[in-house]
C-alpha cells in the first residue's frame, strides 16, 4: 500500500496535479507491479514562499516549477527503488512536461506490519495483501 504526498507550489490546475499523480501511480504499478486500486496521493499545494531551495544546487539550475515527491512503502531492494525513480522521471518529463533537475524524490521504507486499511486482507504466509501475485512476490514486487 504505498503512499505518496507530492508538494507543489500553489497554481498549478487540477489537471497538472492529476497528471503528475498519474504518472507516479503508473509507475509504482509498472516496476512494482502494484494492484490498479493500491493508490492513496496527498497532494500539499504551498504558498510559493514556503518551498525553500538555492536556485542552484548540485551543479543545477531549479526552477520554480519544482515538485518534491516523497513515497511511502515496504522494504523494496535497491535495484528496485533505482528503477522506479527512473520511471517516475522519465513519465513526468514526458507526460507533463516537468524538468529532471526541477523533481526531487524520497523514499520512506516502513515494515509490512506497520500499514492498515479496512478491507484489505493479508495471506498470512506471506505477509502481503492476498491481490499480490506469486510472481510479483517471488520478484520482491510486492506491498
Known amino acids: 500500500m504505498p503512499f ?18 498519474t504518472a507516479i501511480h503508473e509507475s509504482m504499478r509498472e516496476v512494482f507491479q502494484i494492484p490498479e486500486d493500491d493508490f492513496f496521493h496527498v497532494v500539499h499545494n504551498l504558498e510559493p514562499e514556503d518551498v ?16 518534491i515527491i516523497r513515497m511511502t512503502f515496504n522494504h523494496r531492494p535497491p ?3 533505482a528503477a522506479l525513480i527512473e520511471a517516475i522521471a522519465d513519465r513526468l518529463v514526458a507526460t507533463v512536461g516537468i ?3 526541477d ?16 478491507g484489505r486482507t493479508i495471506d498470512p504466509e506471506t505477509g502481503f495483501d492476498t491481490r499480490m501475485t506469486a510472481e510479483a512476490m517471488a520478484a520482491g514486487k510486492v506491498d
Do not use: C
Open 99 to 101: 524538468r529532471r533537475q
Open 52 to 67: 525553500l531551495h538555492p536556485p542552484m544546487f548540485f551543479g543545477l539550475e531549479r526552477g520554480p516549477d519544482s515538485v
Open 103 to 118: 523533481i526531487l524524490m524520497t523514499i520512506l521504507e516502513t515494515a509490512a506490519e506497520n500499514w492498515w486499511a479496512h
Open 79 to 81: 535495484e528496485q527503488k
Open 4 to 21: 505518496v504526498e507530492i508538494y507543489l507550489r500553489k497554481g498549478k490546475t487540477p489537471e497538472y496535479r492529476k497528471a503528475i499523480s
